[in-house]
Structures are given as structure tokens and as C-alpha cells.
């Protein structure tokens, strides 16, 4: 099974072109014609899109920073195959899309043309979470119709009285006789040799380059530390809250489905130390999410199918995105009540962020100014797409587990645990 | 800290259900003119029943919508301080989908509150303890409301206060213990007074937002002061959010489903199957005893108990994860960790007031009459209250685990009809095409204030 990617493709749009591309957007939403427009259903390993607009703004020394385009897939490696087919398969909405943006060559212009001036827009993700590393599309959707397959079987007879294991041998024995299903006595293949080869050494290879800067840390800790309390002293609380039109157009994108996108944007603040501050611990989660968050759970979250850290313009700006379950009120909650530290320790150098303390503290505990300042800096998605609609990243992990429970003995007891899944 | 709770100012519904006061009736009203909105509240301003001990035979309540409070003369730079939900309201088009509101529930087809009838500007809650008392009392309110040309009203009559609901169940038994009122003194577990009311601290030891305003624009000083000591005055303080939802319950349909879902292969149905089947899509009896302490049979013995948790039936053999109780209010059954599951149920509840409608019956429904719950509810935070527990957890069909399962009684089930899972041993019992049992027929979000922002409202443009 491949790695998964969060790609990233932002270009400048064209200066007259803001307007139209917006307007362009919201009609192709509104009509539900993005999915043939771009064909991302067939688009091969996508997992999930959104195309989005970041609109103009000011940053805190009054220079304007463009309007830009920006789409982001989660899709199974490798990103080459990825890029021609958002040309091939997609290129008739890629075309559009882009060309409202400054110097994209267009439709009359070769493939290979297209396809490396995309590869040229790429931008580098500081952090990539995957809810589940190496679960690709193709095994999603096949256990879950492994999962509809058992529970259609179950329903077809009456087990009123038969004992756990008995039943799963039952089970194992359809599984195993139905050629279309068969692969799942087998567990799914890992990742490619060269993504673990690398992975496994990055686990091992940060740490150790940080060793030696271990002496290093009694004296660059303390001031960083009082130096950091002393900017946080000067943040103020957010008053600011949305308007009602801002949070009408997010709404009318979001709850449709199981999940919904989320994007938002923000400035770092200004002035080195939180510049450093950020650069640091956007390390630290790169190495979180790849090395310990790498499997259905983002310290205690477990609604996240993809989620991304994104630096813009020279790290003047950083984006978070992510496809999440439910609803964004209960992501908010998840947040406050679960990653708090981490949101903090992240967006706490963020400008309009809720004033923090001790780099871990106050900010995201700070509800309401919480939920405003993230409704405020949250970005409406027109274009998204999600390959299953219907499944939670709680089904998506059950339904493994439901696979893997096929294989081997178990005792009656276990067996019955396992049969709770269905 | 202990709270000190503004008994006086706070309106009744806060403290108590009038339990004793068993005749209801709800007028939903339109604020024409403002003069004669605010000569109705001087005159409601002495009948309005407050918080503090009462033992009185009549009981009234009144709160407005945010067309209400504008419609009042309330200026927008203060109405802005409400939370967006309510200055949005209920039939705005994306929250009716978020809510559910879609299709047979479309507020398009409401009998009030729809995007075409007259604005439910305020609500009048009536309450008396017998049914003569009730219609004086409703007979003068009509006169009140009519002399002053204030039309679009809509009387909603709630049924005698019994003690089931129309399915048949027993209902309203668990309700949260609010810190700072007489009952939390026996109470081993407590929710702050802010998570019900604004100007006290909620959950997270926080004011929710509220409408301030510059001590300026109240000379008179009717209002009280912002509890931060900003300086402002507080609109909101001792006032609250009331969800307001005419639910109406296709109790037939409801018998109908679980008498063919528990019919044998020979056509036979024992009236016992059919009972628990139901138990189990509410999670408690009919008498109100609850599935995790009476998983097998009715124990009329256990009918108001509300002290149990789910720490000992995990998997839902006894109560199912899907039960409409385990999900409207799920305690300790969120996540590997019954603390934290416990205390994140706690931001999520509801002080509810509901009241049935319709004729009493024993479950099947006369021809052409309505059943159905006037939902009332009070909450400080209605996103992370009120409609987190609609969509998250009531209508979510992949609510704890699940694939696709939204409530089975209450929920909004596709067109196909919704999943209903019964976990069991050695297998679970799937039941399958649910139709919609319950579909909304009216609703808005009220704000019931306190009895100084009345006063104030009832002074304004003077």
C-alpha cells in the first residue's frame, strides 16, 4: 500500500481576476458541477480536494500579499502520477480554475507543460498528519465493503445461540469462498520499503542530531522562555467576532456529509523569536504526526482523516487545513478539550490568536475568543471532495480491524469481542 | 466559588418545570408596533413569575426572538452581543439542514415560524395548576395582546401534564443539577449555573458571550452591571437562550414499525418483544426505568432513576450505543475514559421543559389529531448546547462509532429509512428502513431575560 501525500498548489491570481474567479467558484459549487468539472471521483488514490481562494491581504508591516489560488489533495503516492493526472483526468477544471491565475499556460499549451508549471506551484507542508499511514484509498473502500459483505451475511440467518467462535468461522469460511473478497484473508501490504527505510530513519536520525545541542539547552531555554512570556504579556484578547454573512458563507459549505473541510489561515506574529518559535515547534509536530500520531488518533482526537501545517509567503503567514467528522463545533470542543497544549504551542504565535501563557496555556482555553478567532481566520472551501462520504475515520479504523480479525485463532471470548465490530 | 443566582430577576422556568402547574399554553406572538410591544410588557412586567420560592396557582413567562428585541426598539450595536444562532434564528437555510429541518421538517412547511408566516417574535408561557385558571388567564392574555393590535399570535395548548410522553415513555427524568439552587446541596454532581444562565461562570470557569452595552444608554439604570467590571451594563445578565420546537411524534407510525419488526415468521407477536424492542431504541422502559439497570424487563420500581452510568455496559448489550438516552445525554460513554467522558456530557446539556400536545392516549393516535412534544429548552451556549446534541449526537449516524444510525426515535432518517443496531450475543440485531418518527412543525430561538432587561425594553424610546 502506498504513503499518503498532502499536496499543495498555490499561485498568484491574476490581478483583475479576483472577482471573476470568486464569482467563477461559488457557481461551480452551487450547480455541484466541481465533480464532473474536475473528475476528482477518478481521479486514481484521491482521497480528498478542496480548492479554496486566500484572499488579499495586509500584513503587519502594510504590505498587500496577493490574492492566491490554492488546492490542496490528500492522495496515495507517488506525487508524479498525482500531478499528470490532475492534467489528465481533471485538466478541463484545473484549466479554469488556474486560468485566473498569473501565467498559467493553459489548455492550449502540451500536458508536460501544464503538468510543471503545477509542480512548480507546490508548496512544502511543514507537517503532514495521516490519520492511518499506508491505509490507502483502494483498502478503505475495500473493507468497507468487506464490512457491508458480513453484515448483509449476518443479517441473512439466525446466530441466536451459536457460540462467538463458531460464528466467526462461519464468517472466515464466506470470506474466504468469495473470490471478490478474498484478499481480505491476507493483511494489507505496508508501505513501499524506501518510505519506511526513510521513516525509520528520520525516527531515529532527529534525535540523534539533537544530542549534541543538549548542553546548549540550559542557556538558550531560560531567556528563550522569559523572552517568549515577555511578548505574550503584550498580546491582547480577541474582542473581534464573525459577522454573520462570513460565517453564513462557511456554513453553507459544511455539513453535507460525515466529514468537512477546514482551512484557516493566519499571520505568524512579527519579529524573530515567535518566527523561531514557530519554525520549532512546526519541527516537533512534523516529527509528532509521522513518528506517534501515525495511527487513527491525534493525541486523543480521532475525527481527523488528513490534516496539514502549511507556511506561506516566506513564513509570514501559515495555514492549518484539514478533513475532519462531524461538525465544526464539536472539532472546536476537541480541540479546547484534548490539544489545547499543542494549538497553543502552534498558533499561540499567531497573530489574533487568544493570548497564551507559558507558551501551553490560556489561548485555545479561552473559548469563546477561541471559536470566534478561528471562525474569523477560517477560509470558505467552495470545491471540496471526499472519496467517502459516508464513513467516519472511526468506520475507516473499525473496518481494518474487522479485516484483520479474520485472520488466525481466537478464543471464544475474543472472537466475541471481534464480533462486536459488526 | 459559590455562585450567588439573582433569583428575583432571573425568570422561573430557570428554577423549575412547574411540575404542580399542569395546564400549559404557549402564545407565539408579532411585535407590530413597538409602543404597543412595550405597553404589552408594562403591563406583563408585575405577572412575570421569577426564580425566587413560589407557591402561587398561575405562572408567566415571556421571551423574545432577535426580530422580537429589534422589533422592540433593541439597538443593533446591542443585539450584535447575542450569539449568531439566535440573531440568525432557527429557519436560516443552512442551520435548518444542520439541524435536520430538511424535508418533511422544512420550515417551509411549518405551521409557525416558517420563512412565510408572520415573525415569532415573542413567546408568552402560561401555566396554571387547574384548567379554568388556564383560560382566564389565556382569555386575558388574548385581550391583552389584542387591544394593543398585536396580531400573527398562535396558541399552542399543551396537553394535562402527565407523566409519559406520547410514544408512552416516561419522560423528563434527567435533568442537570445546577450548582447554586436548592437541589445541588444533596447532589454529588453539579453543573455550573453559566452553563443555563449569562452572567455566571460556565463549565469552563467562563462568562459566555452576552449583549453589553455602555452604561450610557441606560440613565436609568434598570439594567445590571457587566460582572467583569468593565463599566458596561448587561442586557443578558440573568437571562437565557430558549429553544422552542414543535415536535410532532407519528406515534402509529412508531407501533407500526416495532409491531412488524418483532412479528415471528408465523405471523405471531408476543406483546413482550414488542415493548423491549421499543426500550431499546429510547434506552429506558416504558415506566422510565433505565436499560442499564433493568436490561430484560420493566422495573416499574427504577422509573425516576437517573443514577446510572455506562462504565459496565460498553458495548451496548444492555443499553444500545444508539438508544436516544445514551446519545442525548452519552455520561460517561464518550471515549475509553468515563471522567473525561463525563465531564465533556456536562458541556453539552440542556435544562428542558417540554410539554406534550395532542390528546392523551395510550399510544395510537386518533384520526386526525396531532401528537407531538413542545421541545423547550434552556442553555447559555446554543451552539455547543442545543444544537452540538441535535447534530453530534442525536442526528449524527455515525454518532460513537456507529455507521448509520441516527436516533432512532427522534432522529432525521434518509429516505431509505436509518439503521437501527441492537448489540447482542453471540450478534447484533440490525433493524433496518426506519422511517421518521418525529418531524418539526414550528420553532425559534427565544431569549427569556431577566425581569430588569424587560424593564428596560419596556422603557425604551421614552
Redesign the interface.
Known sequence: MPHQLGVTIRAQVAADQVGPLRNWLAKVAQNGAADSLFAFGHMRGLHFAKLFVLEEPTDSGGRPIPASLVLMTEVDAPLRSHLAELIDVGGDGIDEAFGFCAGYPGPVAQRRARVAWLRRHLVRASAVYVNTVGRGLEQIRQEARLRDALEDYLDQRDWDGRAPDDVRRELQAYVAGRADLAWAMKPPAPPSLRFRVREAAHEVGVPLLLVPLLPALPFVLPPWVVLLRLSELRERPVTQRPTLEHLDELASYEDFVTQNPFAVVGFVRPGLLRLVTMRVVMAATDYGVRHVYNHADLAGIKTIHFARWVPLDNWRRMTFASNYDGAVEAYNDDFIDQVWWGLNATFGNAAAYPPTRWVFCGGARYEQQFKNTLRIQQVPVPVWYTAYPALSAVNIENNARIRAGLRGEMNPADAGQWLSRL | MAVRLDLNDIQGLFARGYREHRYARFTIFTIGEAPAGRALLEWLLPRITTAAPFSGDVALQVAFSASGLRQLGLPDHVV?GFA?EF??GMT?P??S??LGDTEESDPRGWAWGGPDGPPADGLLMLYAADPGLLERWQAELRQQLGKRGIAGTTELPARELGDTEPFGFHDGISQPIIAGLPKAAQAERTVPAGEFILGYPNA?G?L??RPLLPASEDPSRLLLPDPTGSGAVDFGRNGTYLVFRQLEQDVEGFWQFVDAATRRADGSQDSGDRAALAAKMVGRWPSGAPLVKAPDHDAPALADDNDFAYRDDP?GLACPIGAHIRRANPRDSLGPEPAASLA?SD?HRLLRRARSYGPAGDGIRSAGSENGLYLICLAADL??QF??VQ??WLN???FN?L??DADPLTGQHHPAGATFTV??????H?Y?GLPQFVRTRGGAYFFLPGVSAVRYLAQLGR
Not at chain 2, 423 to 428: E, H, I, L, Q, S
Open positions: 450584535t449568531a440573531r440568525q436560516n443552512n442551520r439542514r444542520f469552563r467562563q459566555a458571550g458495548r465533556a458541556r451552539a455547543r444544537e452540538f447534530h453530534t449524527n449516524a455515525t462509532g455507521y448509520d448489540p447482542a450475543r453471540p450478534v447484533r440490525r433496518r
